[in-house]
């Protein structure tokens, strides 16, 4: 009696060691998924950014960069 006992428990404890694995690496896996579309959404917001910058107007940056700066003292 006892060792049917101690299989049934056995069986229901190492289901629940499954079934917490299984959902630490489902939680691992959306976090991946999350942070992947995270960084890819940065680095197109990067880009957007930078082209409209290069588009705005290219000469004003070449004028700005062209007029000497006074010294700061």
Known sequence: MNVIHTMHLRRHLSAGVVDLTYILISISVVAMIVMALVYV??????ANYLHRQRNESTADTVIALATPKSPDW
């Open 41 to 46: 959404a940065r680095r197109v917001e990067g």
